[in-house]
């Protein structure tokens, strides 16, 4: 069933579904290359692993530790030590995570493999400054910027830091606002970002993901795998639509466009008579 949404579910922003959401985007984006790259290209998904702390509530766990002798002598009758000389630390138990980021790649296979283009979907982990994957993700596209690589980052969160390669300011100077954005930068032209910008209101975006020069480009349908995402997913189930806030939250003038919207695909109760 499809996403009541003409384009982006604002409700998929929320953390507790974006990171699915993620997962299956790169998933079904590889799918959806597989199917128009001509031989030799392909696509395949990478990944970046780290570890953090754990935010997990887990219970407490700090123990303090105290010796098991008497505070009137040892055991074995010795000297009595003063109790604040013997004080033991505290040990704090501090869990650890492993994250893990998925992305797709789209390489050609002649005498030798060779990377063509790097695609990537932005988390909100990529969005927040100081965390760590966001400093492994703008090292990254770095590297990438640095090298014979196309890259194509698809934003599709209206919360957090602006992380796309080109700089948010040259982007709106160009196009009119937008909420979400697809950004690329061609490896062979690589002063003209062509920036993809779209509005909630709007259906995502076709966009040409150029191969090598003199090889084309391939056209990427990215409303089309979006409704492949949220057919195959548990978003209609999972996501309480009468009574789940939208983060982040929408104006006064796009909420009621949003609850419209749901009202119409039967998602929430009729308006009340006027």
Not at 44 to 73: H, Q
Not at 76 to 102: C, F, K, L
């Amino acid at each position: 069933m499809p996403s009541p949404f003409p384009g982006m579910d604002p409700f998929l922003e929320h953390p507790i579904h974006f990171p699915d959401l993620h997962d299956n985007l790169v998933a079904y984006l590889r799918e959806f290359l597989q199917g128009v790259l001509p031989e030799p290209y392909y696509a395949a998904t990478g990944d970046r692993v780290w570890v953090e702390v754990s935010r997990r509530y887990i219970g407490p766990d700090v123990k303090v530790l105290r010796s098991r002798d008497s505070d009137n002598g040892t055991k074995n009758g010795g000297t009595a030590v003063a109790a604040s000389s013997r004080t033991q630390p505290a040990i704090v138990h501090v869990p650890h995570d492993e994250r893990r980021e998925t992305f797709v790649e789209i390489y050609t296979q002649d005498e030798h493999e060779r990377l063509v283009a790097s695609i990537e979907v932005l988390s909100l982990t990529n969005k927040t400054p100081g965390e760590h994957g966001r400093d492994l993700y703008l090292r990254k596209q770095r590297e990438i910027l640095d090298r014979q690589v196309h890259l194509v980052e698809i934003d599709l969160l209206r919360a957090g830091t602006h992380s796309t390669a080109v700089p948010l300011d040259f982007a709106l100077a160009q196009s009119e606002p937008f909420d979400y954005h697809v950004c690329l930068r061609p490896f062979d032209d690589w002063e003209n970002f062509r920036v993809y910008g779209f509005r909630l209101e709007s259906c995502l975006p076709e966009i040409e993901v150029p191969l090598l020069p003199g090889h084309g480009s391939v056209c990427l349908d990215l409303q089309g795998v979006f409704n492949r995402c949220y057919d195959s997913g548990p978003y209609r189930r999972r996501v309480r639509y009468a009574s789940m806030g939208i983060l982040p939250p929408l104006d006064a003038e796009r909420t009621a466009w949003a609850s419209g919207v749901l009202r119409d695909k039967g998602l929430l109760p009729p308006a009340p008579a006027s």
